[in-house]
Antibody, heavy 121, light 109 residues
């Protein structure tokens, strides 16, 4: 079954770090970029960055540069997103999403269910 | 960064009616890199349309996308009860720079 399974909800204090995992199954993990998107409560979707699981190369949205680190472990088909120096406005659901490029098109065709990260003192 | 502006913010319609959602870009977007997603409460987004007008696998033909350049439209020809949700447009730009519109909520009138 083609799916992305994310780790469970987290509660962190301001200033701490959080690491969310996303395990891929049912397809070739190294064949597709993995992206991270977050959604604050009642708000829209915000792209954070992506990782090439094959090379480990990353691209981050400017807003998160210096605070986010995306990594992967190909042996277990899992991508990770670590966000540091957490603030209360980082409270959000964090999604991983597979980026597909096919026939010149580009889109996110597979999403994880999301991981709620709550930042509170 | 390309900004996507969706309108209206909320669309109040009855089942069976036609819904027309707009997505306007601050600069020209390649149609190949414009997608639409549907999101229901408590769920992850779901791909509806890619390449501005191609339906994703399993998406009913009452959903259609059109447009080019800076103006794109998602149309739902006849609303079914399960179509009441929030819809987002998304674009992929160079670097990459990926942005989403602010969303349009389609609610039951």
């Amino acid at each position: 079954q083609v799916q992305l399974v994310q780790s469970g909800a987290e509660v962190k204090k301001p200033g701490a770090s959080v690491k969310v995992s996303c395990k891929a199954s049912g397809y070739t993990f190294t064949g597709y970029y993995m992206h991270w998107v977050r959604q604050a409560p009642g708000q829209g979707l915000e792209w954070m960055g992506r990782i090439n699981p094959n090379s480990g190369g990353t691209n981050y949205a400017q807003k998160f540069q210096g605070r986010v680190t995306m990594t992967r472990d190909t042996s277990i088909s899992t991508a990770y997103m670590e966000l540091s120096r957490l603030r209360s406005d980082d409270t959000a659901v964090y999604y991983c999403a597979r980026g597909t490029t096919e026939l010149g098109y580009w889109y996110f065709d597979l999403w994880g269910r999301g991981t709620l990260v709550t930042v509170s003192s | 960064e390309i900004v996507l502006t969706q309108s209206p913010g909320t669309l109040s319609l009855s089942p069976g009616e036609r819904a027309t959602l707009s997505c306007r870009a601050s600069q020209s977007v390649s149609s190949s890199y414009l997608a639409w997603y549907q999101q229901k409460p408590g769920q992850a987004p779901r791909l509806l349309i890619y390449g501005a007008s191609s339906r994703a696998t399993g998406i009913p033909d009452r959903f259609s996308g059109s447009g080019s350049g800076t103006d794109f439209t998602l149309t739902i020809s006849r609303l079914e009860p399960e179509d009441f949700a929030v819809y987002y447009c998304q674009q992929y730009g160079s670097s990459p720079q990926i942005t989403f519109g602010g969303g349009t909520k389609v609610e039951i009138k």
